[in-house]
């Protein structure tokens, strides 16, 4: 390293070190990565290399390296195109024989490293309030493009929640619930469900109760609600959709929650306080106009 630094500072190389990412034997997988994206080879103690004993036969090449404060982006430049799908083909087999959700989380990230491409969005507005704003609605639309990606999509505004509302009966039906208050908590569970949509045609000015009516009736898995138009359609080809995933989620957090408040013996609240209100001044106040 002094080495480099030397000569970079004479001017004679141009040259730039990166800490490695990761740490252990995640570190190594990393770097093989790079290597194998570059075309270089992996200089270590335990494949026999040092860096004193190596020429230029170990290094890589890339298209463009963009390197940042925290951050270090490497575009290869085609030529190990094959090697690189081969190792992609490889961590994939690895991610199906891996039960435990952090490695197989590394090892997708591995993967998306080595295939994916590499995508900016740049978001702009006249004043800062209105770029948060902006900027917390792309941070959503990315999380939920991720959801969907792992789970798959169903159709939004409410319509799935009220479909399976209609599944509640169904299961009552079966020996699943063999006491009364089961029973009864599948009946909350069924009302709740189908408030969702309700409230969303209540905001949209039309009556909540015709509107779920409405979309029972219907047959078709994908009829529903269009709050935007106040029109019934296949929401599936308007591209009124939600993440298969952050429903799941909803309906196993909020059901986490109501049992909760139903096995607590006391819950503490705090009361918001209500502002008393200023009385205005008298009639002859420092104004200098006084009221008659």
């Known amino acids: 390293l002094a080495t480099l630094v030397v000569n970079k500072l004479r001017g004679a190389l141009k040259v730039c070190a990166l800490k490695a990412p990761g740490f252990g034997e995640r570190k190594s997988q990393y770097l093989e990565d790079i290597a194998i994206l570059t075309g270089g080879t992996v200089v270590k103690d335990e494949l026999g290399l040092s860096l004193d004993k190596v020429g230029v036969e170990v290094l890589g090449s890339a298209a463009r390296v963009e390197l940042g404060k925290e951050s270090c982006t490497i575009v290869g430049d085609g030529n190990t195109e094959l090697e690189v799908k081969a190792r992609v083909k490889q961590i994939n087999r690895l991610i199906e024989g891996t039960e435990a959700d952090y490695e197989k989380e590394k090892l997708l990230e591995r993967a998306a490293r080595l295939s994916g491409g590499v995508a900016i969005i740049q978001v702009g507005a006249q004043t800062e309030t209105e770029l948060k704003e902006k900027k917390l609605r792309v941070e959503d639309a990315l999380n939920a493009t991720k959801a969907a990606v792992e789970e798959g999509i169903v159709i939004g505004g409410g319509c799935t929640l009220l479909k399976l509302a209609a599944a ?50 219907s047959g078709d898995p994908n009829f529903g609600y269009n709050a935007a138009t106040g029109t019934f359609e296949d929401l599936m080809k308007s591209g009124i959709i939600d993440p298969t995933k952050v429903i799941r989620c909803c309906l196993e957090n909020s059901v986490s929650v109501a049992k909760i408040f139903l096995t607590s013996d006391v819950v503490v609240v705090e009361i918001p306080e209500t502002e008393v209100a200023v009385q205005g001044g008298n009639s002859m106040d420092s104004s200098g106009y006084g009221i008659n």
């Open 168 to 217: 509640v009966d169904a299961i009552k039906a079966t020996d699943k619930l063999p006491n009364e208050e089961q029973k009864l908590g599948a009946d909350i569970i069924k009302r709740a469900l189908k408030y969702p949509m309700r409230l969303i045609a209540s905001n949209a000015g039309d009556n909540g109760s015709v509107v779920v009516e409405r979309v029972i009736k």
